[in-house]
Every structure is written in structure tokens, then in C-alpha cells.
């Protein structure tokens, strides 16, 4: 029975302890941060704002399988993702590191031990005496913090907002790394088709060429004619080149974001119409963009870890109180040691209360509240950016679309002003000048209008980051609509 009564004492004290723990806890309880800028009820660029749902795999909106394989895929190797996902194993270590401080820490010794000593006795012929002892020793040791002013609480908190930081850190990676990709990708196929429109034009410069040379031979038009032919041919292919180089060039950095050697291989152009299958945007509620943004999560968690520090250095200044216990066996024969006469124990309770220490306790403590000051103005920094960048995205889209429209209105003209050039050079009403000037004007446009295409997809990609993700159908419109 002795040793249940050894153990009783500090088994019903740590129950006690346990149980009490962090029923105080000194420091402010975290609350989202009021900001000094006012949220409006709707985006300004975007009047007839509604709610949404959030559409996690939005790439796959454009209806491109190789798109689809191309994100698995960074998703998969991408290295800035492994990094990513390294801090956060770290961080969860860190956690369960300060969530066990809260836990008592019980440790088992031993020890085996055998002497041999000797003495000298004066007797009437010096002689010289051997003795040889043993002592063993099993012990079974606890200690444990009370967490009476919740430091040990609190520095639970902060870490596991670390460690949602971190997570939410890496879903922003993801999103970065994933946009870089699709925009990557779309470049390349607008570079594609932007040598088509290259090809095409050397075709027509080619056949205007064969055509003036004819003329020319049969004395119909000057030699003048001739060079700004062959120039404008000229002037065309030497735009291939550089067309090139810059395809290969995307596809390089595209193998990077896929975890590849940047080889460049043969991809040809799927010739999807990306546009046709776009979307239109409904961009939600300005106040749901902090609820979906990774990044403006992070931020979150940062200064809600910044103010449970806040307690922590607080707590530090009151009384801290620690519980020991001990309980175990001693004796100089092994068969012998669990003999009830040979037991151990010991409790002890212990308080220690700073009382001088030129109130560095107390500068740490407002050190802890000027960093959460600090957060809290770069969480609003964060957030206002966060809105900006939903605004111009907007504001682009608007502008890209008339500018598109627009464009589409010019190379339509310019291919009606080139075909009316030609017939009136045929008929002698006409100098060749006017027709070559045509003749760029309109490969110019239809240019620059697959260059717009590409404006509006990567517009279309910043959106959606910008947003947090793609959406689907608000849920009462989808409702409605089955």
C-alpha cells in the first residue's frame, strides 16, 4: 500500500494543476483589426456585384487539356512549392514543441553502481584493509509549469498561428506559381500564332513581290517598285527570328515553373479559342476577398501570432510556479531494491517572482505590443493592395475589351483599304507605295490584335488570382437555372 500512498500526494496535485491551468490568461484576446479606410458596399469598377462561390481549379475554365496537365504538373515539381512545403513542416514541429511544454515532462533513471575502497588500521603491524560495496537506484522523475497566467497558452496560440501562416504562405506560392504558369503558357501560344500572322505576311509579301517583278519585266512599273517589294519581304522574314527566340525563351522559363532542364521541344498550337470560352466575371463581394485570399489569411495569422505574444511577455512578469516529483527505490542489493523499506519520494512546489530586473520584463512587453502596432498597419498595407489589385484587374478588363473590339473594327478596314489599294494599283490609278503601306498596316493590326488576346487571357489569369480564385455560379443562379 505504500507506494499508492506515495503516489497519491502528487498524482492528485498534477490532476489538480492540469485541470486549473490557463484558467487565467493576462494579454488581449485577439480581434480582427478595424481599418482606417472604409470598404465599400460594391468594387467600383464592377457595379452589379453578387455573391459567389469559390472555384478552386479555374484554369480549367478555358477547356485545355494540356493547360489542365501543365498546372497538375507544377503542382507537382514546381521547387519554390517544395521549398513552401518544407517551412511548413518546420513550423508544425515548432507547434507540437509548444504544445507539449503544457504537458508535464516525466523522465525514468537508474543507476548500478560497485565500489571497492581501502583503509589502514595501526595495530602493533600496519595492515591494510579491502571493502567492497554496491548501491543500485531506479527512480521515476516528473516536473511540470503551472500555466496559472496562460504564458504557455499563449505561446500555443502564436505558434499554431505560425504554422496557419505558413500554410496559408504556401496556398499563396501555389496561386503565384500556378498564374505564372498559365500566363507562361498562354504566352506561348499567343508567340505561336503570332508567327502565324508573321508566315502569312511573308506569303502575301511574297506573292505581291512575284507579282511587281512580273510587272516590272514586261515594263509596267518602275524599279523602285521592285526594292520596296523585296524591302517590305525583307522586313517580314527578319521579324521571324526574334519571334523565335522569344517562343523559345517562354517555353524555357515554363520548364523551370515545371521542375525540367529548359529544353525546348515541339508544342504545337491546340488552336483553342480561349476567349470564346471565357466566363463573364461576377467579382463578388469586396468583403468576401478576405475570407479567399491565401495572402491576406497569412497576413491575418501573422499579427494574431504577434498578439498572443503580447500575453506571453506579459505573463512573463507575474509569478511562475513549477511542481516536481519523484518516486523510485535505493539499495546496496539488487535482489532487495523493490523492497517497501527501500522506497523514494519527494514533491516540491516552486514560485519565483521577478522583482528587479531593470525593467527589461516590461520593455519586452511593450517591444511585443509596438510589433503587433506594426502587423496591424502592414495587415491594412496588405489588404488595400489586395483591393487595388481586384480594381485594376477590373479596370484592365474593361479597357482590353472596347480596345479589342476596336482592333477587330481596324483590321477589318485594313484588309478592305489593302484589297481596294491593289485593284486601283492594277488599274494604273495607284503607286505600289500605297499598297505596301496597306499591306503593313494590316499585318500590323492583326498583330497587334493576337497580342490583345493575350492581354485579355493574362488580365483574365490576374483576376482570378486577384480574387483569390475563379468562381462558379452564385449559388441562387444556379438554383434557378436547374
Same mark, same amino acid.
Not at 521547387?79 to 513542416?89: I, M, P, S
Not at 500554410?167 to 499567343?190: D, H, K, L
Not at 526574334?242 to 517562354?250: D, R, V
Given at each position: 500500500?505504500?507506494?499508492?500512498?506515495?503516489?497519491? $500526494?502528487? /498524482?492528485?496535485?498534477?490532476?489538480?494543476?492540469? @485541470?486549473?491551468?490557463?484558467? %487565467?490568461? !493576462? +494579454?488581449?484576446?485577439? &480581434? *480582427?483589426?478595424?481599418?482606417?479606410?472604409?470598404?465599400?458596399?460594391?468594387?467600383?469598377?464592377?457595379?452589379?456585384?453578387?455573391?459567389?462561390?469559390?472555384?478552386?481549379?479555374?484554369?480549367?475554365?478555358?477547356?485545355?487539356?494540356?493547360?489542365?496537365?501543365?498546372?497538375?504538373?507544377?503542382?507537382?515539381?514546381?521547387?519554390?512549392?517544395?521549398?513552401?512545403?518544407?517551412?511548413?513542416?518546420? $513550423?508544425? /514541429?515548432?507547434?507540437?514543441?509548444?504544445?507539449? @511544454?503544457?504537458?508535464?515532462? %516525466?523522465? !525514468? +533513471?537508474?543507476?548500478? &553502481? *560497485?565500489?571497492?575502497?581501502?583503509?589502514?588500521?595501526?595495530?602493533?603491524?600496519?595492515?591494510?584493509?579491502?571493502?567492497?560495496?554496491?548501491?543500485?537506484?531506479?527512480?521515476?522523475?516528473?516536473?511540470?509549469?503551472?500555466?496559472?497566467?496562460?504564458?504557455?497558452?499563449?505561446?500555443?496560440?502564436?505558434?499554431?498561428?505560425?504554422?496557419?501562416?505558413?500554410?496559408?504562405?504556401?496556398?499563396?506560392?501555389?496561386?503565384?506559381?500556378?498564374?505564372?504558369?498559365?500566363?507562361?503558357?498562354?504566352? %506561348?501560344?499567343?508567340?505561336?500564332?503570332?508567327?502565324?500572322?508573321?508566315?502569312?505576311?511573308?506569303?502575301?509579301?511574297?506573292?505581291?513581290?512575284?507579282?511587281?517583278?512580273?510587272?516590272?519585266?514586261?515594263?509596267?512599273?518602275?524599279?523602285?517598285?521592285?526594292?520596296?517589294?523585296?524591302?517590305?519581304?525583307?522586313?517580314?522574314?527578319?521579324?521571324?527570328?526574334?519571334?523565335?527566340?522569344?517562343?523559345?525563351?517562354?517555353?524555357?522559363?515554363?520548364?523551370?515553373?515545371?521542375?525540367?532542364?529548359?529544353?525546348?521541344?515541339?508544342?504545337?498550337?491546340?488552336?483553342?479559342?480561349?476567349?470564346?470560352?471565357?466566363?463573364?466575371?461576377?467579382?463578388?463581394?469586396?468583403?468576401?476577398?478576405?475570407?479567399?485570399?491565401?495572402?491576406?489569411?497569412?497576413?491575418?495569422?501573422?499579427?494574431?501570432?504577434?498578439?498572443?505574444?503580447?500575453?506571453?511577455?506579459?505573463?512573463?512578469?507575474?509569478?511562475?510556479?513549477?511542481?516536481?516529483?519523484?518516486?523510485?527505490?535505493?539499495?546496496?542489493?539488487?535482489?532487495?531494491?523493490?523492497?517497501?523499506?527501500?522506497?523514494?519520494?519527494?514533491?516540491?512546489?516552486?514560485?519565483?517572482?521577478?522583482?528587479?530586473?531593470?525593467?527589461?520584463?516590461?520593455?519586452?512587453?511593450?517591444?511585443?505590443?509596438?510589433?503587433?502596432?506594426?502587423?496591424?498597419?502592414?495587415?491594412?498595407?496588405?489588404?488595400?493592395?489586395?483591393?487595388?489589385?481586384?480594381?485594376?484587374?477590373?479596370?484592365?478588363?474593361?479597357?482590353?475589351?472596347?480596345?479589342?473590339?476596336?482592333?477587330?473594327?481596324?483590321?477589318?478596314?485594313?484588309?478592305?483599304?489593302?484589297?481596294?489599294?491593289?485593284?486601283?494599283?492594277?488599274?494604273?490609278?495607284?503607286?505600289?507605295?500605297?499598297?505596301?503601306?496597306?499591306?503593313?498596316?494590316?499585318?500590323?493590326?492583326?498583330?497587334?490584335?493576337?497580342?490583345?488576346?493575350?492581354?485579355?487571357?493574362?488580365?483574365?489569369?490576374?483576376?482570378?488570382?486577384?480574387?483569390?480564385?475563379?468562381?462558379?455560379?452564385?449559388?441562387?443562379?444556379?438554383?434557378?437555372?436547374?
Amino acid at each position: 500500500m505504500r507506494p499508492r500512498v506515495a503516489w497519491a $500526494l502528487p /498524482a492528485l496535485l498534477l490532476t489538480l494543476l492540469l @485541470a486549473t491551468a490557463g484558467c %487565467i490568461k !493576462v +494579454g488581449p484576446d485577439y &480581434q *480582427r483589426p478595424e481599418f482606417a479606410f472604409k470598404t465599400p458596399q460594391n468594387y467600383d469598377q464592377a457595379k452589379n456585384t453578387v455573391p459567389y462561390e469559390k472555384l478552386d481549379r479555374w484554369w480549367e475554365q478555358f477547356g485545355d487539356p494540356q493547360l489542365n496537365q501543365t498546372v497538375d504538373e507544377v503542382l507537382k515539381n514546381n521547387l519554390d512549392l517544395q521549398a513552401t512545403a518544407g517551412k511548413v513542416l518546420e $513550423l508544425r /514541429a515548432s507547434f507540437v514543441q509548444s504544445r507539449a @511544454a503544457r504537458f508535464p515532462t %516525466i523522465s !525514468v +533513471g537508474g543507476t548500478a &553502481q *560497485r565500489q571497492r575502497s581501502t583503509s589502514s588500521l595501526s595495530l602493533p603491524t600496519t595492515q591494510t584493509i579491502s571493502s567492497e560495496k554496491e548501491s543500485y537506484e531506479l527512480s521515476l522523475a516528473a516536473t511540470f509549469e503551472v500555466d496559472l497566467w496562460g504564458k504557455l497558452a499563449r505561446a500555443e496560440a502564436s505558434a499554431r498561428a505560425d504554422l496557419l501562416q505558413a500554410e496559408e504562405n504556401r496556398r499563396t506560392v501555389a496561386q503565384t506559381v500556378v498564374a505564372s504558369a498559365v500566363t507562361s503558357y498562354f504566352n %506561348i501560344r499567343n508567340l505561336q500564332r503570332r508567327l502565324v500572322v508573321n508566315q502569312s505576311s511573308i506569303i502575301a509579301y511574297t506573292k505581291s513581290m512575284t507579282f511587281v517583278e512580273g510587272r516590272y519585266r514586261r515594263g509596267l512599273t518602275s524599279a523602285l517598285d521592285l526594292r520596296q517589294a523585296r524591302r517590305s519581304l525583307a522586313q517580314a522574314k527578319a521579324a521571324t527570328p526574334t519571334l523565335e527566340q522569344q517562343l523559345g525563351l517562354a517555353k524555357q522559363d515554363l520548364a523551370v515553373l515545371l521542375g525540367r532542364y529548359p529544353v525546348i521541344k515541339p508544342d504545337p498550337d491546340p488552336g483553342i479559342d480561349y476567349l470564346a470560352r471565357m466566363k463573364p466575371v461576377p467579382p463578388g463581394l469586396p468583403s468576401e476577398l478576405l475570407l479567399r485570399r491565401p495572402d491576406l489569411k497569412a497576413a491575418e495569422a501573422g499579427i494574431k501570432s504577434l498578439s498572443e505574444k503580447i500575453g506571453v511577455a506579459r505573463a512573463a512578469r507575474f509569478p511562475s510556479i513549477s511542481l516536481t516529483a519523484g518516486y523510485g527505490y535505493a539499495d546496496s542489493a539488487l535482489h532487495t531494491l523493490f523492497s517497501p523499506a527501500n522506497e523514494l519520494w519527494n514533491i516540491a512546489l516552486g514560485i519565483s517572482q521577478p522583482i528587479f530586473n531593470a525593467g527589461s520584463l516590461a520593455a519586452q512587453e511593450r517591444a511585443a505590443r509596438a510589433r503587433y502596432a506594426q502587423g496591424v498597419t502592414s495587415y491594412a498595407k496588405t489588404v488595400l493592395n489586395a483591393f487595388s489589385e481586384v480594381e485594376g484587374a477590373l479596370l484592365t478588363k474593361q479597357q482590353q475589351d472596347i480596345r479589342r473590339q476596336l482592333l477587330k473594327d481596324a483590321v477589318r478596314e485594313a484588309e478592305a483599304t489593302q484589297n481596294t489599294a491593289q485593284n486601283r494599283y492594277i488599274h494604273g490609278l495607284q503607286d505600289y507605295l500605297s499598297v505596301l503601306e496597306a499591306q503593313q498596316t494590316r499585318y500590323s493590326l492583326a498583330d497587334q490584335l493576337v497580342q490583345n488576346e493575350l492581354s485579355v487571357l493574362t488580365n483574365r489569369v490576374t483576376l482570378y488570382r486577384a480574387l483569390g480564385g475563379g468562381w462558379a455560379k452564385p449559388p441562387v443562379l444556379a438554383k434557378a437555372e436547374k
